[in-house]
């Protein structure tokens, strides 16, 4: 009795012993394994790693089988941009997009903000785009599935420049779609392609985009601004934008002390001419400066020059015209100081423009240009403020922000933007047949037909 007392009381004692026991042994191996995991952690910091156990390597290996399955960062974050490579990257995704260009948007972000005082939270509608107040230079379009699709047009083929205009920004439209690794939104927009675009008081709800605005008149807060025809092309001028600067880093690399010495400016003075001329006259005689005025249709003239050779100079003077021009893209990639006067006409990345500081990237001169001389000489005395201005203006704009890459990059930022706060289109027209039958049909024309179209059928109102 005794004994079968013993051992029925032994039987759990001994159960117990050995959970304890087996508790211990995992706690102290699991203490050993982390001290060896450190310590061949240790080793491989500090360069030795002979005689590990091949249990501990095991062990290692399965450690880092474990850290390969924790998540990478974001592909944005782990981003640069390299202008080298990325320059004509078209494929860029909108975070990528934000990350190599956080200035980009201040244009989008402005109207945006405008408008959403204007409207509230009503979406701006198919009326506040209609063009039936231009006389012309405008196109209504509207990207649907992904396909761009032309629906009303006005006076975009009877004068040469207009034709050119309205194309080139079809065609960076049309490849900001088609290079966009993410869907691009259903939206229907209204463009003026002309300098002077006519906007009044009478119709306070129209809004469009165009490619510059005045910033002193109130009507012009309702644009939406985007990047001008010139980032796709001007022929006349130097062709493919892309193409350009790319000539204009061979012209003369970065070696800002190989250039030509002087100031130089090519322009008419048949517009803006109290500005262009008062230029003239405070250039004229100075030993530094090669400013000359040419005109308009005198393509024989000597005084002309190429817009690359104007990388060859140190210094450079950009002028408005009839409202803005597109010459300051040319100029700011070249390498070169700047000499700019007060802008009425802003472009969608003038607002990256700085006058002073260690981040100045061009030289401010008043508009009868009486502190150009004194400005010019004190550079020609101080080569490396001059160099270091030509150096910020050639980072921040040839090499990032007027690439055609972030060119691409606004694009799409505006499609999203504008898709928030307006209308969802309907593709289609209901067309009444001669059987009395109604039959739906697309509006407009496809960009691909519409780039062929010669102007003898009139599109749309």
Not at 106 to 112: C, G, M, Q, S
Request: aromatic letters at 12%; one cysteine or more.
């Amino acid at each position: 009795m005794a004994s079968a007392t013993n051992t029925d009381m032994w039987r759990p004692l001994r159960s117990r012993r050995n959970l304890v026991i087996l508790v211990a042994l995992v706690v102290v191996g699991y203490i050993s394994f982390g001290q060896l995991r450190s310590s061949t952690q240790l080793g491989e910091q500090f360069g030795y790693g002979g005689g590990v156990p091949a249990v501990v390597k095991e062990g290692v290996e399965e450690v880092k089988k474990a850290q390969t399955q924790i998540p990478t960062p974001p592909a944005a974050e782990r981003y640069t941009f390299n202008a080298t490579t990325d320059r004509d990257n078209h494929s860029l995704t909108q975070a990528q997009c934000d990350t190599a260009f956080p200035l980009l948007y201040h244009e989008i972000d402005r109207a945006k903000e405008f408008w959403k005082k204007q409207q509230g939270e009503k979406k701006i509608g198919p009326e506040q785009i209609d063009l039936k107040w231009s006389g012309d230079g405008g196109m209504m379009g509207m990207i649907y599935n992904q396909q761009l699709y032309i629906t009303h047009s006005r006076g975009l083929n009877h004068f040469g420049h207009w034709k050119e205009r309205s194309h080139a920004t079809l065609h960076n439209i049309q490849r900001a779609i088609l290079s966009s690794p993410e869907p691009i939104p259903d939206i229907e927009f209204a463009i003026k392609i002309n300098d002077v675009i006519n906007l009044t008081p009478h119709n306070p709800s129209i809004t469009v985009w165009a490619f510059s605005r005045n910033i002193h008149d109130p009507i012009m807060d309702r644009v939406w601004v985007i990047p001008d025809f010139n980032f796709w092309a001007y022929p006349r001028v130097a062709g493919a934008y892309g193409d350009f600067q790319r000539q204009a880093i061979a012209l003369q690399g970065d070696d800002f002390s190989a250039k030509r010495d002087k100031l130089v400016w090519r322009g008419t003075v048949d517009f803006n001419a109290e500005l262009r001329g008062q230029l003239i006259a405070q250039t004229e005689g100075k030993s530094w400066s090669d400013v000359k005025k040419v005109h308009e249709d005198d393509a024989g003239a000597d005084a002309r020059i190429s817009m690359p050779d104007h990388c060859r100079y140190k210094f450079a003077v950009h002028t408005e015209g009839t409202t803005w021009s597109g010459r300051l893209k040319y100029l700011m990639s070249c390498h070169s100081a700047i000499f700019i006067h007060h802008l009425s006409w802003y472009t969608h990345l003038y607002h990256l423009l700085n006058p002073e500081g260690p981040e100045q990237n061009y030289v401010q001169v008043e508009n009868n240009w009486a502190d150009l001389p004194g400005k010019m000489e004190e550079l020609i005395a101080d080569p490396a403020k001059a160099k270091r201005i030509a150096d910020n203006a050639a980072s921040q704009f040839r090499d990032q922000y007027f690439t055609p890459a972030a060119q691409t990059c606004y694009w799409r930022k505006l499609f999203k933007v504008w898709r928030e706060i307006s209308f969802e289109p309907s593709p289609w027209n209901d067309t009444k047949m001669a059987d009395g039958t109604v039959e739906k049909k697309v509006k407009g024309m496809t960009y691909e037909e519409y780039v062929f179209h010669d102007g003898s059928v009139p599109l749309g109102v």
